[in-house]
């Protein structure tokens, strides 16, 4: 199966600033079939991108995602104060699918 | 509005069964591909089951393959999930989330684009 490793696990950053956040996979994911998501406690996940680099149309522009192959990017280019959560990044390309370990973007 | 509820959780002893079950609104099921996933709190998100739009492929986790099973029945616009043979790594709270189409309608993989709230599993003697 194929392993995704995020990076970092924790990012300190101000309301703001950029946030750039990787997620790089053991393995080319399939069709760039590479989903990011985000979770705040107490609710379920929120996805963020799918394709590598599409988002849902309610998503925020400030959220952009890129790569292809193994490496991948989320990108906030300001972070507001609601976006301080866990990202998790997930790929389902190839059977089964996976997901990354989570990086925590705290204030 | 586009809607997930999932019901069937509690508390069970190791052996034990549950069924889960995910009743969605506000959208067609027949459209889409469904997921489980699982999260013990405090810890990342584990992919436990999906199913294409007819029921027909399925795919589980290697943790729950011949314990779980994933069914549907796109007429009461319900999601099934069957737990079996349960384990104290079990424990978790899982959710049914709508997968996004694919240009692969039989590939039981998705991206998942709406989400319940959850239903917690406890196995425990």
């Known amino acids: 199966e194929i392993v995704l490793t995020q990076s970092p696990g924790t990012l300190s950053l101000s309301p703001g600033e950029r946030a750039t956040l990787s997620c790089r996979a053991s393995?080319?994911?399939?069709?760039?079939?590479l989903a990011w998501y985000h979770q705040k406690p107490g609710q379920a996940p929120r996805l963020l991108i799918y394709?590598?680099?599409s988002r849902p149309t309610a998503v925020p522009d400030r959220f952009s995602g890129r790569g292809s192959g193994t490496d991948f990017t989320l990108t906030i280019s300001s972070l507001e104060p609601e976006d301080f959560a866990v990202y998790y990044c997930?790929?389902?390309?190839?059977?089964?699918?996976?997901f990354g370990q989570g990086t925590k973007v705290e204030i | 509005e586009v809607q997930l509820v999932e019901s069937g959780g509690g508390v069970v002893r190791p052996g034990g069964s549950l069924r889960l079950s995910c009743v969605v609104s506000?959208?067609?099921?027949?459209?889409?591909?469904m997921s489980w996933v699982r999260q013990v709190p405090g810890k990342g998100l584990e992919w436990v089951s999906g199913?294409?739009?007819?029921?027909?492929?399925?795919a589980y986790a290697d943790s729950v393959k011949g314990r779980f099973t994933i069914s549907r029945d796109n007429a009461k616009n319900s999601l099934y999930l069957q737990l079996n043979s349960l384990r104290a790594e079990d424990t978790a709270l899982y959710y049914c989330?709508?997968?996004?189409?694919?240009?692969?309608?039989?590939?039981?993989?998705?991206?998942?684009?709406?989400w319940g709230q959850g239903t917690t599993v406890t196995v425990s003697s």
């Open positions: 989330a709508r997968g996004l189409p694919t240009l692969y309608p039989d590939f039981p993989y998705y991206a998942m684009d709406v």
């Open positions: 997930q790929q389902y390309g190839s059977a089964p699918t996976t």
């Open positions: 394709g590598a680099s």
């Open positions: 393995q080319s994911v399939a069709d760039n079939f």
């Open positions: 199913i294409n739009w007819s029921g027909v492929r399925t």
């Open positions: 506000g959208f067609i099921l027949d459209d889409f591909g």
